[in-house]
Structure formats: structure tokens, C-alpha cells
């Protein structure tokens, strides 16, 4: 798994987001805020396959000015179990 940001340009920030979501490796996109408005988490079967993925498919994105990937090395926490009383558990019907 890693994470991209794009700094993609506003014209072409819908049809670069659009795109990108159609992709398989893709397993969440968004447009954020700041000099990076496009992020993506992408899932690659291994280094060869993200480095091809990144300089084929996101390449030919439409508006991309830049790209900086942060692969997931380890994960260190998960989703948790509601906890009574908190706040998004005063909100679940059980």
C-alpha cells in the first residue's frame, strides 16, 4: 500500500480525480485543500508493479503537475471497538 499526493491543476482536478478512481489499484481518492489537492491510497502487488503504475497510469493523469508516494512500510494501529460513552457510540443503536 501507498499514499499519494498530487499537486494536480484546478482546471483539470475533477477529470484527474474521476480518472483516478477508476483505477483497480486505487482503494480511496480525494480532492483535499493546499498545495497538494488530490490524494490517492493505492494498493500494488509489489515495488515494480507501484514504480510502473506511477510513471504510466498516474503520469497520464490530466493536470498533474506533481506526485510525491509514501509506501506503507508497517502498520502500527487499526480501527478499535467503540467505546461506551464515547462520543461515536452515543450515536449507535444497539
Not at 493546499?34 to 494498493?43: D, K, R
Not at 502498520?75 to 443503536?93: F, H, I
Request: charged content about 15%; glycine content about 8%.
Amino acid at each position: 500500500m501507498a499514499a499519494l499526493w498530487m499537486s494536480v491543476a484546478p482546471a483539470e482536478l475533477a477529470a484527474a480525480g474521476a480518472a483516478l478512481a477508476e483505477h483497480p489499484e486505487v482503494a480511496f481518492a480525494g480532492a483535499t485543500t493546499g498545495p497538494n489537492n488530490l490524494f490517492a491510497s493505492v494498493l500494488c502487488r509489489d515495488v515494480r508493479a507501484l514504480y510502473t503504475y506511477l510513471t504510466t497510469r498516474v503520469a497520464a493523469l490530466p493536470g498533474v503537475r506533481t506526485m510525491e508516494s509514501a509506501p506503507r512500510i508497517r502498520q502500527v494501529k487499526g480501527p478499535g471497538p467503540l467505546v461506551a460513552g464515547s462520543p461515536a457510540a452515543r450515536g449507535r443503536r444497539r
